[in-house]
């Protein structure tokens, strides 16, 4: 695949397995599971540019993938976070860190600081492992993100369920107020790119065109 053919192929990957895949004719399990054989079929069908598409090109993707968003198993294919549809995520609890950290901007950061964190377009609180990974995070939305230092120990010590969803995700269905502290600028590093010279890439989340009609 080339840079463009891959560009694309991800993006219908994220919007299939996390937002419509009905759009594909494909069933979804509770879990977010999707047979790959299928997934394979209906690209091939709605999307002519990848009739040449096998396993391997998906598998590749899955298995390279630095931010851990996808996973492979028994033949079935999932988004491990970012769901806008309803999945029940059967995702490891064990081994989060004490702190985790959030992105916001100075128009939120106070009405945060008294509400929690809440769900918006997905259906988890996506919380960050680094301050690093927050901040590029939050970057898709504006130049200089506010960063929330999140205390995930606490939030573990009072029974509050955080699963580990890809290399440095984690997810929750809410974070109370009084886990929340804004760090100070001067705690939050100043990144313009990441390593390697490139800039953030938004998440995708449609693909590049419409699905062709039946």
Same mark, same amino acid.
């Given at each position: 695949?080339?840079?463009?053919? !891959? +560009?694309?192929?991800? *993006?219908?990957m994220a919007g299939v397995l996390?937002?419509?895949?009905?759009?594909?004719?494909?069933?979804?399990?509770?879990?977010?599971?999707i047979d790959l054989e299928e997934f394979i079929n209906m690209v091939r069908k709605k999307q002519r540019r990848f009739r040449w598409l096998k396993p391997h090109h998906v598998l590749a993707i899955i298995d390279t993938d630095p931010k851990g968003r996808y996973q492979f198993r028994d033949g079935m294919?999932?988004?491990?976070?970012?769901?806008?549809?309803?999945?029940? !995520? +059967?995702?490891?609890? *064990?081994g989060t860190p004490d702190l985790l950290f959030y992105p916001t901007t100075e128009e939120e950061k106070d009405i945060l600081l008294e509400t929690g964190l809440m769900p918006s377009d997905r259906k988890r609180v996506h919380l960050s492992k680094t301050i690093e990974s927050a901040i590029i995070a939050g970057k898709v939305r504006c130049p200089e993100p506010l960063?929330?230092?999140?205390?995930t120990k606490a939030m573990v010590e009072a029974e509050i369920v955080i699963k580990k969803a890809g290399n440095t995700v984690f997810v929750v269905d809410s974070v109370p107020p009084e886990y929340l502290r804004l760090m100070e600028p001067e705690e939050v590093p100043?990144?313009?790119?990441?390593?390697?010279?490139?800039?953030?890439p938004a998440e995708p989340v449609e693909p590049v065109e419409p699905p062709a009609s039946e």
């Open positions: 695949m080339n840079e463009e053919e !891959l +560009d694309k192929l991800g *993006r219908t996390r937002h419509f895949p009905e759009r594909y004719g494909l069933r979804m399990d509770k879990h977010g599971w294919i999932r988004a491990t976070y970012a769901h806008s549809v309803d999945v029940d !995520l +059967d995702l490891p609890t *064990r960063i929330f230092e999140v205390n100043i990144i313009d790119e990441e390593p390697g010279g490139k800039r953030p």
